[in-house]
């Protein structure tokens, strides 16, 4: 997630500044980061472009869709 959120934010840092991320995406990462508290549970990826990938275990499958 660490390297995914670099890579948008040097995308963000050129000029002009390249916009990859839309507003869902957004969401979908904080949807992510909140379902890691207290415990990390799922994470997240995002092509270059606005597609954001989740990944999680099978057992932490069913909490994950019902917040995404």
């Known amino acids: 997630m660490k390297e995914s959120n ?3 934010a040097v995308c963000l840092d050129t000029f002009p500044p390249i916009f990859y ?3 869902t995406s957004k969401k979908i990462c904080n ?3 909140d379902l890691n508290t207290p415990k990390t ?3 997240y990826s995002i092509d270059a472009g606005f ?3 989740v990944f ?3 057992e932490n499958r069913e909490k994950v869709l ?3």
């Open 51 to 53: 597609h954001v990938f």
């Open 31 to 33: 949807l992510v980061r």
């Open 6 to 8: 670099q890579l948008h």
């Open 21 to 23: 991320m839309n507003q």
């Open 41 to 43: 549970i799922a994470a």
């Open 56 to 58: 999680t275990l099978k």
């Open 66 to 68: 019902s917040k995404l």
